[in-house]
């Protein structure tokens, strides 16, 4: 009899490309997950992966295989997701949550307070992760709900057996010192700006990508991009204390940001949609904690401060 949970790890294998890869995201050694994957083939009695390099891929055994663990690995979820409701009475469980750092302060711990009250049987765990490694986690069912970002020109992959809707759309500032020579207009011009150093997150990141992008699109120039943090808070720190320029959202400047100007761009608007995303099946839980996540946007938008 084929083992579920050593289809699981057939199927994060498949997912992830290399079973170091599966190993990291599963806390496992590589050695235990070769192991254990050597007992599913002899389990199904036939060859499931091969390798191609320093990664592998499924032979045809092992596509049937991973297909029906899908299958499997979902209904499974979704009898655990009914049993927790029945004993409770009302929609209950773990509920999975990552986002990007703003829309964890904004909107995902706004929600999380209001489901604390609303539906005190549902646990939710949420961290912070960038979209890029939540997607993976959301289709092998180690997340459950994801808050990412899109940037406007940078779309992100679409993907069928995901269900995507809009939470809110935010505009990107410039921002810059409160004493900049530009600071005092009620637009600023990014051409105005080319000598400028400029903080941005880490490149291989939308936001890098996105503020690379826009000053040479709508500015003109190539940004020195002199300082580099994942932190949006410390991209405002930076403005505010070693005279940089940044291109930072909305959500981020919805606290306040004293000691900063913060202008729309003269050459044109730029903005950002924040999305939820969801496997197609969502468990009573995981709905309530959608429509919690819906509900703390719409809340944002009409309370920015």
Same mark, same amino acid.
């Given at each position: 009899?084929?083992?579920?949970?050593?289809?699981? $790890?057939?199927?994060?294998?498949?997912?992830? %490309?290399?079973?170091?890869?599966?190993?990291?995201?599963?806390?496992?050694?590589?050695?235990?997950?070769?192991?254990?994957?050597?007992?599913?083939?002899?389990?199904?009695?036939?060859?499931?992966?091969?390798?191609?390099?320093? *990664?592998?891929?499924?032979?045809?055994? +092992?596509?049937?295989?991973?297909?029906?663990?899908?299958?499997?690995?979902?209904?499974?979820?979704?009898?655990?997701?009914?049993?927790?409701?029945?004993?409770?009475?009302?929609?209950?469980?773990?509920?999975?949550?990552?986002?990007?750092?703003?829309?964890?302060?904004?909107?995902?711990?706004?929600?999380?307070?209001?489901?604390?009250?609303?539906?005190? /049987?549902?646990?939710?765990?949420?961290?912070?992760?960038?979209?890029?490694?939540?997607?993976?986690? $959301?289709?092998?069912?180690?997340?459950?709900?994801?808050?990412?970002?899109?940037?406007?020109?940078?779309?992100?992959?679409?993907?069928? /057996?995901?269900?995507?809707?809009?939470?809110?759309?935010?505009?990107?500032?410039?921002?810059?010192?409160? /004493?900049?020579?530009?600071?005092?207009?009620?637009?600023?011009?990014?051409?105005?700006?080319?000598?400028?150093?400029?903080?941005? &997150?880490?490149? +291989? !990141?939308?936001?890098?990508?996105?503020?690379?992008?826009? &000053?040479?699109?709508?500015? %003109?120039?190539?940004?020195?991009?002199?300082? *580099?943090? /994942?932190?949006?808070?410390?991209?405002?720190?930076?403005?505010?204390? !070693?005279?940089? %320029?940044?291109? $930072?959202?909305?959500?981020?400047?919805?606290? +306040?940001?004293?000691?900063?100007?913060?202008?729309?761009?003269?050459?044109?608007?730029? %903005?950002?949609?924040?999305?939820?995303? !969801?496997?197609?099946?969502?468990?009573?839980?995981?709905?309530?904690?959608?429509?919690? $996540?819906?509900?703390?946007?719409?809340?944002?938008?009409? *309370?920015?401060?």
């Amino acid at each position: 009899m084929l083992d579920l949970h050593r289809l699981r $790890l057939l199927r994060e294998v498949h997912g992830r %490309g290399t079973v170091h890869g599966a190993a990291r995201a599963l806390g496992y050694t590589p050695s235990a997950i070769s192991q254990q994957l050597a007992v599913l083939e002899r389990e199904a009695g036939t060859p499931l992966l091969e390798r191609i390099g320093r *990664n592998v891929r499924l032979t045809a055994a +092992g596509q049937v295989l991973v297909r029906h663990a899908a299958v499997l690995l979902e209904g499974v979820e979704a009898a655990e997701a009914e049993l927790a409701t029945v004993a409770a009475g009302r929609a209950a469980g773990v509920v999975r949550v990552s986002a990007f750092q703003s829309a964890f302060l904004r909107v995902v711990a706004p929600a999380v307070r209001a489901l604390a009250v609303s539906h005190p /049987d549902i646990r939710i765990e949420a961290a912070e992760v960038e979209v890029e490694q939540a997607v993976p986690a $959301l289709r092998l069912q180690q997340l459950d709900v994801v808050v990412g970002d899109e940037y406007d020109g940078q779309p992100r992959a679409v993907h069928a /057996d995901l269900r995507r809707e809009r939470l809110l759309r935010e505009r990107i500032q410039v921002v810059l010192p409160a /004493d900049h020579p530009e600071a005092g207009a009620d637009q600023v011009s990014l051409a105005r700006l080319a000598d400028v150093p400029w903080a941005a &997150c880490h490149p +291989g !990141t939308g936001h890098h990508e996105m503020q690379v992008r826009v &000053c040479r699109e709508l500015g %003109g120039f190539e940004p020195d991009v002199r300082y *580099n943090s /994942d932190d949006f808070l410390i991209l405002l720190e930076l403005v505010r204390t !070693t005279g940089a %320029g940044a291109l $930072l959202p909305d959500l981020v400047l919805g606290y +306040g940001a004293p000691g900063v100007a913060v202008r729309p761009s003269a050459e044109g608007a730029v %903005g950002r949609e924040v999305f939820l995303l !969801t496997r197609r099946s969502r468990t009573p839980a995981g709905a309530a904690v959608a429509a919690a $996540l819906r509900v703390a946007a719409d809340e944002t938008l009409t *309370n920015p401060g």
